[in-house]
């Protein structure tokens, strides 16, 4: 087949690879533009290096609902079908019309749940046993077109880095699999049931705030879906301090307040929650680089009866 294929992140690599290794004409990468890195470097996002690498050529136009002309190179290229993954981008209407076989998706969720964003980070949040991926036929809703496969994956404890990697590699599967289905007329099209659909809102830095106020599986979901960005942050006096390997378990002291420390050794403390206690063993304060709890009691003060909000 003749595949335009549009992506940006990690996520969206290897279903590339794959698309590209099962023999198919990926006639151009589509990806988001250059963005400045630490003292103006400039960054290429993971698609393109990958596309760079496999001599594809690749686009980025700043708003393809804007871009006629990008949209007519599209059309010119002919394309039997667009691949979608993470581009970051809502394609128009005029573009969803060019391809033979129109467009289609790689969405990190088991449609209609989790439409939108940040699939994979609220199936963490929300403490589920499984998600996983779907590929659907793109239409102008937010990921209300009719799904042609999917296929789950065990969330466990995992984190975002993780379930996002093992989700990237089920869906590049998947997607030549679907391809190929496609190519033989062999796809069936089934339409979501709206009824049932939940959104995936994008994140914001303040969601990765907690005083405590909530159980410890709550916050240790948090930790886990934000480890990447926002990343999940209390206080501690007038400095904010990152919490990254936790664990909840039994309450150690029943009687205290959420956000109340409740017991302090080498290598970790504990932490009062509404339900449960959460057990911390690697923290990042503010200004400083990210370090085990050892390290951090070395430099500062850190006692059963102080509060973190």
Known sequence: MRIIYMGTPEFAVPALNSIIDAGHDVELVVTQPDRRGNRGKVVFSPVKACALHRGIKVSQPDNIKNDSDFIQELDALKPD??????????????????????????????????????????????????????????????????????????????????????LAECGARLVVKTIDLIAKGQATYTKQDDSASSYAHMIRKEDGYTDFNSSAAEIDNKVRAFKIWPGTFTNIGDKVLKLFDVLPIDDVDISADFGVITSVDKEKFTVKCTDGTLEIREVQLQGKKRMSVSDFIRGNKLEVGMRLK
């Open 81 to 166: 079908l667009i691949v979608v993954a993470a581009f970051g981008q809502i394609l128009p209407q005029e573009v969803l019309d060019i391809p033979v076989y129109g467009c289609i998706n790689i969405h990190g969720s088991i449609l209609p749940e989790y439409r939108g964003a940040a699939p994979m980070q609220y199936a963490i949040l929300d403490g589920k046993d499984k998600t996983g991926v779907t590929i659907m036929k793109m239409e102008l809703g937010l990921d209300t077109g009719d799904i042609i496969s999917a296929e789950e994956v065990e969330v466990g404890r995992k984190d975002i880095i993780a379930l996002s990697e093992e």
